[in-house]
């Protein structure tokens, strides 16, 4: 099934400026093909003939524990499920032609605003984080440094109810609500802003890697996040970017 096999980024596996190590997931299409084989008069809605042959074995088994397990009023076959409102085949579609998009930017949908680059055009985002393409990687890091930002957390506070633990939820649905302009390379701000990002993204690499060398397979996404933030916020690069993020969103 290794052409079933793809790289999966949850909110999990995000942290301030970079990745973690990818999840995987087998999915009813092959990597290099854009489309999923959907077919509404097959199990679970996808052409069978279009799976390697212990892929179809593993879909009809999973199809029916599918239909056998969904609610009465549930209407939708496991394809459309696992596609619904296009998540999946939007980002296949975009994979097909991102010649021209040099770079998907991810971010949390909820707790403290977090991003990162996400430079692996053949890996699928999950539900639970939302991507935007930039036009270049200029862009990306003006992107990366404000989503990133403690002065955005603060902004994007005054939007949102705090779930039960005290942290953002819905952050997807009032980020842009806040005054971030589009991105402008003749505006100073915006490119000291980016440059900023690019610094911060370099720096938290180098403090990632740290961080696996000493904790290995102990290192969690919760202590690579808070280490992070520790290190953005206690050095000058972290200190770059609150400055100028609070400049941009007017409460710097």
Avoid at 134 to 141: G, I, L, P, S
Avoid at 192 to 200: N, V
Wanted: proline share 4%; with cysteine; aromatic share 6%.
């Amino acid at each position: 099934e290794s052409r079933h096999l793809y790289d999966v980024h949850l909110g999990e596996t995000v942290v301030p400026y970079a990745t973690l190590e990818p999840l995987k997931a087998i999915l009813p299409v092959k990597r290099g093909e854009y489309r999923m084989p959907a077919d509404d008069d097959e199990p679970g809605g996808i052409r069978l003939g279009g799976l390697e042959r212990r892929m179809r074995a593993r879909w009809q088994a999973i199809s029916t524990i599918w239909d056998e397990n969904k609610g009465r009023a549930n209407k939708l076959n496991l394809q459309e499920r696992l596609d619904y409102h296009r998540e999946l085949s939007s980002q296949l579609a975009w994979q097909q032609d991102s010649s021209e998009r040099m770079v998907r930017l991810v971010y949390s949908r909820s707790g403290q605003p977090t991003a990162t680059l996400l430079d692996d055009n053949g890996a699928i985002v999950d539900k639970n984080l939302y991507w935007v393409t930039c036009q270049d990687m200029q862009e990306a890091n003006y992107l990366l440094a404000i989503i990133n930002s403690d002065a955005l957390a603060k902004a994007v506070n005054t939007y949102t109810t705090p779930n039960w633990a005290g942290n953002t939820r819905d952050l997807e649905k009032h980020l842009w609500k806040l005054p971030i302009p589009e991105f402008d390379a003749a505006n100073p701000l915006h490119g000291e802003l980016a440059e900023a990002g690019a610094a911060a993204a370099l720096g938290a690499s180098a403090r990632l890697a740290e961080l696996r060398a000493q904790r290995g397979n102990r290192l969690t996404v919760t202590i690579a996040r808070r280490e992070l933030r520790a290190w953005l916020r206690g050095g000058p690069a972290g200190a770059a970017v609150e400055g100028l993020a609070g400049r941009l969103l007017g409460n710097g």
